[in-house]
């Protein structure tokens, strides 16, 4: 495997990686208003914090991966960095305004002092987790497409390129799957009575994303949806995105929260595969010319083995301080967990 090769497979596993930790930020998110009720051992305790409460300790740290998939892209993809970023501007400025409020909107809930401020800031919650999920979805399909490249190499998304069936339908498919992600999540973390709030919601969310997901699927067969390099790897690689829904519903319909949120870290994942699997050599395709390449978009020889060095260290350091953050957390929120929000 060629350098060029380990850093694109590194620049996906990044990607990947934060849709499973960022993922599940997202769907928490977008669940606060529909896990009510109180938990019995603290009145004060809403159902609503308690949800929240079970992703507090990892909440901002998640975003580790998105801040290292951009350095990523930066330092050794500068020309695909180059064309795709501000041809994305405006889905780009749409998740970045999403992770602003509803980050913000988290911390600063339990800090209204009336009724109205707190379904305030829930609303931007929501807002902050439903919006960058449509967003991520929506960026993922345009890829799949392929985007509208012109002679010069740069592209410029409109309303009609975005708002096509396809597209949309990969939009509409990430949103329940975040959820559910977010919902098992929920389920394996909180105290019995809201895992059990959340193990309801999570097996209709997954039946609804296993729906939505047949849309984009059946588009591509009758050749309006995904532009593919490698057809039948994308195949594989859908059908075990299928797998892995039907895997989380059934382990989580039956209580087993540990194994039904591995199974949905795995279709959460799978969208990133799919796409850099499918176009592989290509790292962007484009539906009115010649697509660009692996060789094309990547730094030269020296810069790269430059950035070796650096993620050779940077790299475990992650992982590392991930698995210790998961160690020091594990385990079911409840009575006696502190509060952070």
């Known amino acids: 495997m060629s350098l060029e090769t380990c850093w694109l497979a590194l620049l996906g596993l990044l990607l990947a990686g934060y849709f499973v930790l960022g993922g ?6 977008m669940l606060h208003p529909f896990l009510g009720g109180r938990d019995r051992g ?3 305790r809403t159902g609503h914090h308690a ?9 901002l740290g998640n975003e580790v991966w998105l801040v290292a998939f951009a350095g990523v892209l930066f330092g050794a993809f500068p020309h695909l960095e180059g064309t795709l970023l501000p041809g994305l501007y405006p889905l780009i400025v749409a998740i970045l305004v999403g992770l602003v409020l509803g980050n913000a909107a988290v911390q600063l809930r339990g800090r209204a002092r009336t009724e109205r401020g707190r379904r305030r800031w829930g609303a931007l919650i929501v807002f902050g987790g439903a919006v960058p999920a ?3 979805g929506l960026l993922l399909g345009l890829l799949l497409h392929g985007v509208p490249r012109r002679a010069d190499g740069s592209f410029h998304i409109a309303l009609g390129d975005v708002f096509t069936p396809f597209v949309v339908a990969c939009g509409v498919t990430v949103v329940p799957l975040f959820a559910a992600h977010g919902a098992a999540f929920v389920a394996l973390r909180s105290a019995p009575a809201l895992a059990s709030e ?3 919601l999570g097996t209709g969310l997954l039946r609804a994303a296993g729906a939505a997901a047949l849309l984009p699927v059946l588009l591509t067969l009758f050749g309006a949806g995904a532009a593919l390099t490698n057809p039948g790897t994308s195949a594989a690689l859908t059908a075990l995105f299928g797998m892995a829904l039907t895997g989380a519903w059934w382990c989580l319909s039956r209580g087993r929260h540990g194994r039904a949120f591995a199974a ?6 799978l969208p990133v595969p799919i796409v850099g699997a499918g176009h592989y050599p290509y790292v962007l395709i484009s539906s009115s010319g010649p697509g660009m390449t692996v060789g094309e978009a990547v730094t030269d020889g020296a810069t790269l083995r430059i950035l070796t060095v650096f993620g050779i260290v940077l790299i475990p350091v992650i992982l590392a301080y991930q698995t210790w953050s998961w160690w020091a957390f594990r385990g079911r929120t409840g009575r006696r967990h502190p509060r952070y929000f």
Do not use: H, K
């Open 198 to 200: 959340a193990q309801r």
């Open 134 to 136: 449509l967003c991520w």
């Open 24 to 29: 599940y930020d997202y769907g928490v998110q």
């Open 51 to 59: 949800a929240l409460e079970a992703v507090a300790p990892f909440f």
């Open 264 to 269: 949905t870290c795995c279709a959460t994942m």
């Open 42 to 44: 603290d009145p004060e």
